[in-house]
């Protein structure tokens, strides 16, 4: 039975009875675009506008059979969300997860959406995943499963249609077997644009300088801009992390190099701390060597509950969604809750936390330049250009300060937090787009 009242479960549950589709209000999705619709509200954006987006243009699911190296056969699910392409072509990572499920995936694609109407990229949003774990394949497997679903999306994705990237599970080896598989099937007069079908690949092969650092880098820049004005500045701050793989790991080193101090980190294998601080480097030999933080000589093992109550200025999830709910945010000690990860924070433990005067700054803006610096990297491969690292770096704090600057004002203008802020911000874009392109037929 739906029990919940506030302004985004009403926007919702309304939307969804028109629709005459079912509305669960403890489901990711549902609660993702109650928070889009109670922002669509409050600027009175047009009714189809909120229709449109409330449901993905396609949800396509392949089912890919894949020889594992002992012989036997798996059958594995694969899904690519389209949610949005108004703006441009559709843009989004790929997981490797083996509890994914349609509904997160979808909601995942609808903060791609929102992320890059917010930052102005010319993208929609997309979002897929493979329902396995990427930990318990050999390379050969991973390269196998890899190649077969690329295949199998086909023409569903394609450099001007929809560009996938790393997610959770994969990274640059996995864009790079996606690549060279779509290469193999283009056209010959398409090949040279062809490898801007995916971004985030290695280096050597259309890869972006600053691609691999580029959401903790981001999130450093949206910080630069954020903190002062909530009497905070980076040097000297202390944090903690959930998630110490790409996305934790480079926050950690960054913000270590800014002069502040990682108190402790939790992820799959445990949870550390250390008062006097963690030095982020070494802990990313320990995890790149032992596949997670549990075992790091130099910190103290501490239990989930002593993570989360470990008082610090920076409270940072970087991992699934989800993860922080209301127990975890009633132990939480932070000035505020910078979301690194997709949708980390539950309805009730943002409420809880704003309500005890934590600051929480959202995925869509915090978790930008990851997709950022993409945009960057497919505009150097039509262009066939290489920038060097110092420009991706100026290019990618420009738009993070902008964008920053586009929420804090929109925050103003409405009286609202800063997650509906960023959601106004990009709802408001994409709604005068869909004003001057109108809506097809
Ligand atoms: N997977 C990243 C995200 O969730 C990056 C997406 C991209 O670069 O397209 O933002």
Request: hydrophobic fraction near 40%; glycine fraction near 8%; charged fraction near 25%.
């Amino acid at each position: 039975m739906d029990t919940c009242d506030t302004p985004a479960c009403q926007s919702a549950r309304e939307i969804f009875r028109e629709l005459e589709d079912y509305y669960d209000e403890h489901n990711l999705y549902f609660q993702t675009i109650g928070s889009v619709l109670q922002a669509a509200d409050l600027l009175d954006v047009d009714h189809p506008v909120k229709l449109i987006l409330s449901q993905p243009k396609n949800e396509i699911m392949v089912h890919c059979p894949v020889q594992m190296d002992d012989g036997t056969w798996h059958l594995i699910k694969g899904y690519r969300v389209q949610h949005n392409n108004v703006l441009g072509p559709y843009k989004g990572g790929i997981r490797f997860h083996p509890e994914i499920k349609l509904d997160e995936v979808k909601s995942l694609a609808l903060l791609m959406t929102m992320k890059c109407a917010l930052a102005r990229l010319p993208f929609g949003g997309a979002k897929g995943a493979l329902k396995i774990d990427p930990r318990a394949l050999s390379k050969k497997e991973q390269e196998r499963v890899t190649r077969r679903l690329t295949a199998a999306l086909g023409g569903n994705i394609g450099p001007d249609y929809d560009i996938p990237a790393p997610d959770m599970g994969t990274n640059a080896q996995t864009m790079a077997w996606m690549a060279d598989t779509y290469i193999n099937f283009a056209e010959s007069s398409k090949k040279v644009t062809a490898r801007g079908v995916v971004t985030g690949k290695p280096l050597e092969f259309g890869g972006s300088a600053g691609r691999e650092k580029a959401t903790g880098q981001g999130l450093v820049y949206v910080l630069d801009a954020l903190l002062p004005g909530m009497n905070l500045a980076l040097p000297d701050l202390s944090f903690s992390l959930i998630g110490y793989g790409n996305v934790g790991s480079w926050t950690g080193r960054l913000l270590q190099l800014r002069g502040s101090k990682m108190k402790a980190v939790m992820d799959h294998t445990g949870a550390i701390a250390d008062d006097a601080g963690i030095d982020a480097e070494k802990l990313a030999g320990h995890v790149a060597k032992h596949g997670g933080v549990k075992g790091y000589p130099e910190a103290e093992a501490i239990d989930e509950a002593t993570f989360y109550s470990t008082p610090v200025d920076l409270f940072i999830p970087a991992a699934l969604e989800q993860m922080v709910d209301l127990e975890h945010a009633e132990r939480i000690q932070c000035k505020v809750l910078v979301e690194a990860a997709n949708a980390p924070t539950t309805p009730q433990a943002e409420r809880h936390l704003m309500d005890k005067g934590v600051e929480v700054l959202p995925a869509i803006l915090c978790n930008t330049g990851g997709v950022t610096v993409s945009y960057f990297e497919w505009k150097q491969n039509r262009q066939s250009e290489t920038w060097d690292a110092e420009l991706v770096d100026e290019r990618l704090q420009e738009v993070m300060h902008r964008t920053a600057k586009r929420v804090l004002e929109m925050a103003a203008r409405l009286d609202c937090n800063m997650r509906i802020a960023s959601f106004a911000a990009a709802i408001e874009h994409i709604a005068k787009v869909y004003g001057m392109r109108g809506v097809f037929p």
